[in-house]
């Protein structure tokens, strides 16, 4: 994100007030819901969020169900990111049961775990 849309995005996301986490919210319902954006944009949007600012919030994993449901087959731009956000061993449970809930299923994120296709 190098048109400075990257700036706002990683200034939201790492903002302490509420206000801060009701816009960040606001975007990540966007980016789930939104096909206004490529698809590939918006998990690109994602993938800065949850790698450089370490976004976790159940927002952040009704994007991932919404965007998981709606790319069909492959799956495979999506998965690098659950990946992501399955790796901090504190949080892989309470991560997996909101992405199962979110609509992710199970054995995909149990596929991705273990680092299969």
Known sequence: MSDGMGDVV???????????????DLLLRALGEGR?????????ILDELVRTVAVRSPA??????AMWAEDGDGHA??????????????????A???LV???VPEMA???IQQNTP
């Open 101 to 103: 809930k979110a609509g």
């Open 10 to 24: 990683v200034a939201v996301a790492t903002g302490h007030t509420p206000r801060h986490r009701r816009l960040l």
């Open 77 to 94: 731009e999506l998965r690098p990111l659950l990946r992501a956000v399955l790796a901090d061993p504190v949080d892989r449970m309470g």
């Open 60 to 65: 952040l994993h009704q994007a991932l169900g």
């Open 96 to 98: 997996w049961n909101a």
């Open 109 to 111: 994120l149990w596929e």
């Open 36 to 44: 206004g954006l490529p698809y590939r944009e918006r998990v690109r």
